[in-house]
């Protein structure tokens, strides 16, 4: 899995995450509307789900400066290159700037 690629399914998992946290705390929902057991095993999942947020936020932070240090090493071929929309050469395969 190129680094891209990584930091993609981060992106998307976190954000799945945080979907799920928000229909978790409208407080139109009916564990939202009681004080029970119920209540209390949401807050803890909110809690849960906040901490993955967290972990993948640190996760995508130790794959970031990885991109910067491939710039030096990419050996992939031509075919893998290609151009960002802002313009800039990059490699699809290790995402190093060229
Ligand atoms: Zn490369």
Redesign the pocket.
Known sequence: M?VKKAIWAIDLLMENKQKVKAGMLDPEKPWNCREDCVTSLVRTEVNNLQNDVEWLQAIKRQLLPEQHR?KI????PKK??DIDPDGRK???????N?
């Open positions: 190129s491939t090493v990419c050996r992939h893998d290159h990059y490699c699809m395969n290790c995402n190093a060229l």
